[in-house]
């Protein structure tokens, strides 16, 4: 019990030190100082960068998945501003991790351990967008436009707002 509540505490201070410097500031050393621990007892607990970024985008994607879980049902009368609350929250509220995530995402493209990792955080995206098709090609097309709207929104390339959502749910029916 007490060494998955140190895992956990681990792994809340990686995704800190992605939300911070990005993947490339993650060291063992960078990670011992954001949770106040020596370097030994990171590695004991993940004895390479790779377990460790391995585990930080699971433990992200989960995280992400909990945080998601039953908002497509939860969807109201106008559904496109709900998926624009939604995306909002993620752009401001939660920028940081939004930011983090795509960073872990990102670096799963190079990296095939970590790609089912990255591949479960679609998985609560799709639940969402089941709630606006019956499609799952439609659904899986939502999650990848929404994914580069974000995208482009994080980097300052477009603002993002409800009548993208609309022409996008537009496009689905």
């Not at 752009?91 to 990792?117: C, D, V």
Request: glycine letters at 6%; zero cysteines.
């Amino acid at each position: 019990m007490r060494g998955e509540q140190r895992r956990s505490e681990l792994l809340r201070a990686t995704i800190g030190v992605i939300e911070r410097d990005g993947v490339a500031g993650v060291s063992h050393r960078a990670v011992a100082s954001a949770a106040d621990v020596s370097v030994a007892s990171i590695t004991y607990h993940f004895a390479t960068l790779d377990d460790l970024l391995i585990a930080a985008l699971s433990w992200a994607a989960d995280d992400l998945a909990v945080e998601l879980h039953g908002r497509g049902s939860e969807l109201g009368a106008q559904p496109a501003d709900e998926l624009a609350r939604l995306i909002e929250d993620s752009l401001i509220r939660r920028r940081e991790r939004t930011l983090a995530l795509y960073e872990l995402y990102l670096y799963a493209a190079r990296r095939p351990e970590l790609r089912s990792a990255a591949g479960a955080w679609l998985e609560p995206l799709t639940e969402i967008a089941r709630a606006f098709t019956a499609d799952p090609q439609k659904a899986r097309l939502l999650v990848a436009a929404l994914d580069g709207l974000l995208m482009q929104a994080l980097i300052g390339a477009r603002d993002v707002n409800r009548a993208d959502f609309a022409a996008l749910l537009e496009v689905l029916r």
